[in-house]
């Protein structure tokens, strides 16, 4: 068993949807969650991140994390054609002890037709 | 400020052949990492520096080796290439939790 989930894909929705991006882990002892946007054939650039359960919204995104049963969304309102992407999963450890090591999701990739 | 920047962007090796990938930032920040991407695998991480002469292994380190000397600068060595190594790799920095990725070098080895 992989230790992030992650639904490959691909996601195919009209302009203006909500989104629903989702990962499932099995390593409690993640401690940051993070969600990355990836253009084709460029690096992945950050889009949010949070530490602890529950909402962090920022414009149109919302990452939520429910660490009891170890699952993170990121939620898109009003998709636009430039959203179109691979959304990755990161989760994170090591903070305390130096070795940042992510682990991430096999992503989702996300076509939002106009 | 040009971030992290990698060289080259697309490479072609024949089976035995050693390369250097480069990788370079300017933000100053102490904690470089390497990354390969392949498909349906996400990101995993090769070897990873928390500073100039510290590194260290990653999930997936066989067949590369690093060597930091100065904070700018962490360059990835294949000492001979293997089909398998075939992939996209990318190159961290970070501050903290939030990591900043070049745009990454594409590497067939045939």
């Known amino acids: 068993q992989k230790e992030v989930e992650q639904d490959p894909g691909p996601l195919s929705v009209p302009e203006g949807a909500i989104v629903s991006l989702n990962c499932t882990y099995s390593?409690?002892?993640?401690?940051?969650f993070m969600w990355y946007r990836q253009y084709s054939r460029k690096g992945p650039e950050l889009l949010m991140y949070?530490?602890?359960?529950g909402n962090k919204e920022d414009g149109r995104f919302t990452a939520q994390v429910d660490k009891s049963s170890k699952y993170i969304s990121l939620f898109i309102r009003d998709s636009q054609p430039s959203d179109s992407a691979t959304y990755l999963c990161?989760?994170?450890?090591?903070?305390?002890?130096?070795?940042?090591?992510?682990?991430f999701g096999s992503g989702t990739r996300l076509q939002v037709q106009p | 400020n040009a971030g992290v920047t990698q060289t080259p962007k697309f490479q072609v090796l024949k089976t035995g052949q050693s390369m250097t990938l480069q990788c370079a930032q300017d933000?100053?920040?102490?904690?470089m990492s390497w990354y390969r991407q392949d498909p349906g695998m996400g990101l995993r991480l090769i070897h990873y520096?928390?500073?100039?002469?510290?590194?260290d292994q990653g999930e997936v380190p066989n067949g590369y080796n690093v060597s930091r000397s100065t904070t700018e600068d962490f360059p990835l060595r294949l000492l001979s290439a293997a089909p398998s190594q075939t992939s996209v790799y990318f190159c961290?920095?970070?501050?903290?939790?939030?990591?900043?990725f070049g745009p990454g070098t594409r590497l067939l080895v045939l």
């Open positions: 390593n409690s002892a993640f401690q940051y």
């Open positions: 961290a920095s970070s501050e903290r939790e939030t990591q900043y």
């Open positions: 990161a989760l994170g450890s090591g903070l305390d002890t130096g070795r940042r090591a992510l682990t």
């Open positions: 949070t530490y602890s359960s």
């Open positions: 933000m100053n920040h102490e904690y």
């Open positions: 520096s928390v500073g100039a002469g510290i590194t």
